[in-house]
């Protein structure tokens, strides 16, 4: 608006006639998209991400629902990886607690061979102490070896943290930047799954970027030098983001999906129109 304003009165024309060059003319516009590219790129990493969790947690509660944020109830874990599958009752991430708790361990060649029955769990910060146990071993064939209960029972070979288990029902924009890439880094879902949570860790890396592309577009348009309306050369703009909005929803979409490669699906849309 403000350099449609200027240019319909011919003053852009008469700050180049003066020695001005446009680079100087637009420092203010790169000046302050740059901070807001600061300010989105901390609001996504951060803020955005445990507004939707807040935002679940207040739906939970509008429906009667146990809405605390670091409780999850019924939680499966199967972690590929060491051979191991979870199943929580109940467990508390912010405590590092859990109740009615079932550990399964398998070889290598997917064969049974203990499982731990607990009343609840504690993690110590390096391992997982079972309280309440029930202990099962099982033979080569699959039947049932040995069984021992313990009052209480410590697993110093089982280090996987609580918020690691927590991360696989978590949805990729409840997630923060540092939440993501744990996930990522540490989870054996299969690349269909991941497609999405990669897909949206490069959305928050390479969005910000946006404002940039926007803002070389209404300086292209704000610097034509005709005599048009000042309202229709903003109309004009906000088409053109209507526009990159469809198109990076297209695109974010194929790569949540596997469809394309999520760098690609992410920066896309900034390519094309930068």
């Known amino acids: 608006w403000t350099l449609l304003s200027l240019n319909r009165r ?13 680079i100087w003319l637009f420092s203010p516009f790169f000046a302050f998209a740059f901070i807001w590219v600061l300010i989105l790129a901390f609001d996504l990493n951060w803020p955005a991400a445990k507004a939707e969790v807040t935002r679940e947690r207040l739906l939970q509660q509008v429906k009667g629902q146990n809405a605390k944020s670091n409780v999850f109830v019924n939680l499966p874990y199967i972690d590929s990886v060491n051979r191991r599958i979870w199943f929580f009752q109940s467990l508390d991430t912010n405590r590092g607690t859990a109740k009615g ?13 203990v499982k731990y029955f ?4 504690e993690w110590t910060g390096e391992f997982w102490r079972l ?9 080569v064939t699959g039947a049932v070896q040995d069984q021992k209960a313990y009052e209480e029972l410590d697993l110093p070979d089982i280090t996987t943290p609580p918020r690691q288990l927590s991360l696989i029902v978590s949805q990729p924009d409840q997630l923060t930047v540092a939440q993501l890439s744990e996930y990522i880094a540490t989870s054996t879902a299969t690349p269909e799954h991941l497609a999405g949570y ?10 910000p970027f946006s404002l940039i592309v926007l803002m070389l577009f209404a300086l292209l348009q704000g610097a034509r030098a005709d005599r048009r309306n000042a309202a229709a050369g903003v109309f004009g703009v906000i088409l053109v983001l209507l526009a990159y909005i469809m198109v ?7 790569g949540r999906f596997n469809r394309l490669p999520p760098f690609l ?6 390519g094309i129109f930068g």
Do not use: H
Request: net charge negative; proline share 2%; glycine share 8%.
């Open 10 to 22: 011919c003053e852009l024309v008469a700050f180049q006639s003066g020695g001005i060059a446009p």
């Open 265 to 270: 699906a992410v920066s896309a849309t900034e």
């Open 248 to 254: 990076m929803n297209i695109f974010m979409a194929a």
């Open 131 to 139: 309280t309440g146990v029930l202990k099962i071993v099982f033979g």
């Open 101 to 113: 708790v079932e550990i399964l361990q398998r070889d290598a060649n997917g064969n049974d061979m």
């Open 198 to 207: 990669r897909t949206e860790w490069w959305y928050r890396v390479l969005y």
């Open 118 to 121: 607990a009343q609840s769990a």
